[in-house]
């Protein structure tokens, strides 16, 4: 059994991405695709394969969000349009009647009311079918469901996709200690991809000096000891019939087995820290589980420390940083929960106010913007500064100015990742 489109060639693929990261992940398949052509798109690359391909690029993408297959494409005007295309769908190529399925539905400028009702036409043609071959039809299962679907509604055209992916791929396997809203893993590691930063000795050292929970920290250690960003975790595909044959299965074997042997020691150091114990804490242990502070390596050395006051730990390097920002950031020993937040806190959510200490002498976020520019020329002369915020006046608040502008998408929140290369006592 194989993977394969209407004309019985290999299926298309699409991978979906934060928006601004399409062209590193098409870069990224390439990578793990030899001789593919992936192709961007809006949101995301698409790239033909059949079951292998899929289960690579699940095990292996760190940008994309998930692996999407394309069963079904065409027009449409009505829901029952939708069922129709639906039913041209050999659905028993993917699942049986004592299985599950889940539909999801996305839309651009779609004329349907109910994007509910449109799931709904999918989810009938799918268990009607079944149901008139097998006597009896699979069951809806909304969190782990054996074949989760997406429904993707344009103007005038609808495609059906099956996602191999399950849960997210920024799902890692790794994260239980949180913080105050964390970076998702597949921007972290847009971010960078981006910079060019891969892990290599010659990339030179990083540092994250504001790292909350550690997910710019620990992407980048995983890079740089070659652990594959899906090897602690589970896949939808692993339930859905295509990829239960035995070469199939022989397949994922052999390709975990090549993940797990192509694990090494870190070949360039990584620094992180944040000024609260706390989150060093779940930085810590987030490490820990994601396997890059073991017995045999330690990739990261955390330390608890101000922003504002860290000197540099080499003569050269990158600093990647998601920065806090907000109304005001209070002084440490204040008293009181200081008013820091991240990148997808509403300017007033109860996570946005709680549990970060301040920064030593820093009273609001252009104040700290300013200072930490300033430390940084006083003692990161050398080094390149990676910083994503949604300010686009940030440079200005810095009084730097940037090398490059990347506007990349943190969910709904348009981001910029500003470029910005320290030279001692000087903005130039």
Not at 106 to 134: G, H, M, Y
Not at 289 to 300: D, N, Q
Request: some cysteine; aromatic content about 8%; charged content about 25%.
């Amino acid at each position: 059994m194989n993977i394969e489109s209407e004309d019985h060639g290999p299926a298309q693929l699409f991978l979906p991405c934060a928006a601004g990261a399409e062209a590193w992940l098409a870069e990224e398949v390439g990578r793990l695709l030899p001789g593919s052509e992936p192709q961007t798109r809006r949101g995301g690359v698409s790239v033909n394969g059949g079951p292998r391909e899929a289960m690579a690029l699940n095990l292996g993408s760190r940008i994309a969000q998930r692996v999407l297959v394309e069963v079904m494409h065409g027009p449409y005007g009505h829901e029952d349009h939708l069922y129709a295309l639906a039913r041209e769908v050999d659905w028993g190529h993917w699942i049986g009647p004592r299985e599950t399925l889940r539909v999801d539905v996305t839309a651009t400028r779609s004329p349907l009311k109910s994007l509910n009702f449109a799931a709904l036409r999918i989810k009938d043609a799918v268990c009607d079918q079944i149901r008139e071959r097998e006597g009896t039809r699979p069951s809806v299962e909304l969190r782990h469901p054996d074949l989760p679907l997406v429904l993707h509604l344009g103007e005038f055209e609808a495609t059906i996709y099956v996602d191999t992916s399950g849960e997210a791929l920024f799902k890692r396997g790794w994260r239980e200690d949180k913080g105050e809203a964390p970076l998702k893993e597949t921007l972290a590691a847009a971010m960078l991809a981006a910079a060019g930063w891969q892990g290599r000795e010659e990339d030179g050292p990083l540092l994250d000096p504001v790292c909350g929970s550690g997910t710019i920290a620990i992407e980048a250690a995983q890079m740089a000891c070659g652990i594959a960003p899906g090897i602690g975790r589970r896949f939808a595909f692993e339930r859905q019939r295509p990829f239960r044959e035995a070469a199939e299965q022989a397949a994922w074997r052999e390709l975990r087995e090549q993940a797990r042997a192509a694990v090494h020691a870190p070949r360039v150091a990584i620094h992180a820290g944040d000024v609260s114990f706390r989150m060093t804490d779940f930085a810590t242990r987030n490490a820990e589980r994601a396997g890059v502070l073991t017995a045999t390596f330690k990739a990261i050395e955390f330390k608890t420390a101000d922003a504002l006051q860290r000197v540099a730990p080499a003569d050269h390097g990158t600093l990647m940083l998601n920065p806090p920002y907000g109304e005001r950031i209070e002084p440490k020993g204040a008293g009181r929960s200081p008013r820091v937040h991240r990148v997808g806190d509403p300017p007033h959510s109860a996570a946005a106010h709680a549990a970060r200490e301040g920064f030593e002498g820093a009273t609001d976020a252009a104040d700290f913007a300013s200072r930490l520019a300033a430390h940084w020329k006083r003692h990161y002369a050398g080094w390149t500064a990676w910083v994503l915020s949604p300010d686009a006046k940030l440079p200005q608040a810095m009084r730097l100015k940037e090398s490059r502008r990347i506007p990349m998408w943190n969910g709904p929140i348009e981001c910029r990742l500003f470029r910005f290369d320290m030279v001692a006592g000087s903005a130039r």
